[in-house]
């Protein structure tokens, strides 16, 4: 859990030269997948995206979640449903990514969901086989969620 990552060292090397501070952050969001664990992630000034996670009575240190194609990430956010876990990040050039964890797969990879996404997201479920997101896309508040069959719908206005 310790390996560094170069995301990291410049992170560490920005908190150095500020005497110490930690790293400013401009985002942050936190999910518990029930019954398993906790998890936090936060993106940094730089546009990193780090997470840590609570498990088995500890935290785990930051770790750098890579995004694709070295994108970097202005909003995070995240919800769980059941035993999974949503994430979403909008990149800095308004691309919104998701991923999802579950126990028996860990992390999936990255998926595209378009352009035009500004502003931070945030993410509910109202039942364990639900999630949904709200977020600015093309600059009308819209939504999205995850259905009973783990299916997401389209996106539609918020009005």
């Not at 595209?112 to 996404?117: Q, S």
Request: with cysteine; net charge negative; aromatic share 14%.
């Amino acid at each position: 859990m310790n390996a560094r990552t170069p995301d990291l060292d410049v992170i560490a090397a920005a908190a150095r030269q500020t005497g110490g501070v930690s790293p400013s952050f401009v985002s942050a969001s936190a999910t518990t997948v029930a019954g398993h664990h906790a998890e936090v992630f936060a993106v940094s000034s730089e546009g990193v995206l780090l997470h840590r996670w609570w498990y088995e009575d500890c935290w785990s240190d930051w770790h750098t979640m890579t995004l694709r194609r070295g994108e970097r990430a202005s909003h995070v956010a995240a919800g769980a449903h059941d035993c999974f876990a949503d994430l979403f990040v909008v990149t800095t050039d308004g691309q919104l990514l998701h991923r999802w964890w579950g126990p028996e797969q860990g992390w999936s990879t990255w998926s595209g969901w378009g352009a035009g996404f500004s502003g931070p997201a945030t993410v509910a479920s109202q039942r364990p086989d639900h999630n949904e997101i709200w977020i600015i896309r093309n600059g009308v508040f819209s939504h999205r969620w995850l259905s009973q069959y783990h299916e997401w719908s389209a996106w539609q206005r918020f009005v």
